[in-house]
């Protein structure tokens, strides 16, 4: 599996890849990003079968990247699950209404992301 | 600065009871009644809803100052207020749904991303000071966005020790303590103190918005804004018997 984990903290972009292999899932290869325009360049060039996003982030948050990736054909399909301290109902709403997957709010524990990787991934 | 505490006989109603104040007024703190003995020396005012007595229909509520002024008025919203408005103005309260939802979800956090246990030493108001207690802070600011929260603004920062830093940063990496660098104890710390505040605006009903995290390192530093009015510190001790601050700040909206 590839993966492009997307979040301002390195630290967290590490705990979710680390959390993600704890679920038992096998990760090839994994790519980063600090925020939501990091994430739209790292995806030109590459081919991800999962993204997991932030929403929080400077520069683009992850609202403003699902709103991106979702309209550009090449990236539409790819599954995204977000992963923020957001949980508030209109912004939970609106990325629902965008297509995402999963809804993971922090702190999670390695169940929760499991459980959300099992609906997307099988 | 006055802090108010609201108590309910008997308990169960407690809820009910909070939640219309809540309702119709913001910046009304709560507390159950053992709480109260552990923030006595913190609080101005208390508040105490007492159900139906037998042969009457309408509770009442009596109210005790720290003054040694008290009142007993019929259980009506407005009556209360107007007794509260002599002597407390909106927004000079401290909030302690909110400092405990701030309290609850450091014990959680760390407990969960971290495996630290730590447990809630002393609770204490700092006025006109800005001292923290350790050598990096991860702070992050708040805003109401709701009715009841309107009034609600401030920041939220957990301090540390710098050796407590980097065993908290590790062991979120699963990693020793020694392979951590000085970048990644701060971006840890930011991302705990980000952590901390969404999970207490999640158990505070979604009522606020969080900013971006910053991080203040160095022996002696201070956080704060000019327009601060109140701050509460929280001292929490872990597992190894060493010290970690939580300060929530509120200020001036």
């Given amino acids: 599996m590839n993966i492009l984990i997307v979040d301002d903290s390195a630290t967290m972009r590490k705990i979710i890849l680390r959390t993600i292999r704890q679920s038992g899932y096998e990760v090839d290869?994994?790519?980063?990003a600090g925020n939501g325009k990091e994430a739209l360049e790292v995806l030109?060039?590459?081919?991800?079968?999962?993204?997991?996003?932030?929403?929080?982030?400077?520069?683009m948050n992850?609202?403003?990247?699902i709103e991106a990736l979702k309209s550009n054909p090449e990236t539409k399909k790819i599954p995204v699950i977000v992963i923020s301290t957001e949980g508030a109902e209109d912004i939970v709403g609106r990325a629902q209404v965008l297509g995402v997957k999963g809804f993971i709010r922090k702190p999670f524990t390695p169940q929760k992301i499991g459980e959300a990787l099992k609906k997307v991934l099988g | 600065m006055q802090t108010v505490c609201l108590v309910s006989f008997p308990e169960k109603i407690g809820g009910e009871w909070i939640s219309k104040l809540k309702d119709k007024f913001?910046?009304?703190?709560?507390?159950?009644?053992?709480?109260?003995?552990?923030?006595?020396?913190?609080?101005?005012?208390?508040?105490?809803?007492?159900?139906?007595?037998?042969?009457?229909?309408?509770p009442i509520v009596m109210g005790y100052g720290k003054n040694g002024s008290c009142f007993v008025v019929p259980f009506d919203l407005k009556a209360v207020w107007a007794k509260l408005s002599v002597g407390i103005g909106r927004g000079e309260i401290i909030d302690w749904a909110l400092v405990n939802a701030f309290i609850d979800a450091t014990k959680e956090v760390l407990s969960m991303m971290a495996g630290v246990e730590v447990e809630k030493r002393e609770v204490f108001t700092q006025k006109d000071s800005k001292k923290v207690y350790g050598d990096v802070s991860?702070?992050?600011g708040f805003t109401g966005?709701?009715?009841?929260?309107?009034?609600?603004?401030?920041s939220v920062?957990?301090?540390?020790?710098?050796?407590s830093a980097q065993k908290i940063v590790a062991?979120?990496?699963m990693l020793e303590p020694s392979e951590i660098k000085e970048g990644e104890i701060t971006d840890g710390v930011g991302e705990l103190i980000n952590m901390i505040a969404g999970d207490a605006k999640a158990k505070y009903n979604d009522n606020f918005k969080i900013s971006l995290p910053t991080v203040v390192t160095g022996h002696n530093h201070t956080i704060g804004g000019a327009s601060e009015i109140a701050r509460v510190a929280v001292k929490f001790e872990d597992q190894d018997g060493e010290e970690l601050f939580l300060q929530i700040c509120l200020e001036e909206k």
Avoid: R
């Fill in chain 1, 44 to 59: 030109k060039n590459n081919q991800v079968d999962l993204v997991m996003t932030d929403i929080n982030m400077p520069e």
């Fill in chain 1, 62 to 65: 992850g609202l403003e990247l």
């Fill in chain 2, 26 to 58: 913001s910046c009304i703190s709560e507390s159950h009644l053992f709480n109260l003995f552990d923030k006595k020396d913190n609080i101005d005012w208390v508040l105490i809803y007492v159900s139906p007595l037998e042969g009457s229909s309408n």
């Fill in chain 2, 157 to 163: 920062a957990i301090t540390l020790p710098l050796n």
């Fill in chain 2, 171 to 173: 062991s979120m990496l």
């Fill in chain 2, 138 to 140: 991860g702070v992050i």
């Fill in chain 2, 145 to 154: 966005t709701q009715e009841l929260a309107g009034e609600i603004n401030g």
């Fill in chain 1, 29 to 32: 290869n994994v790519l980063e």
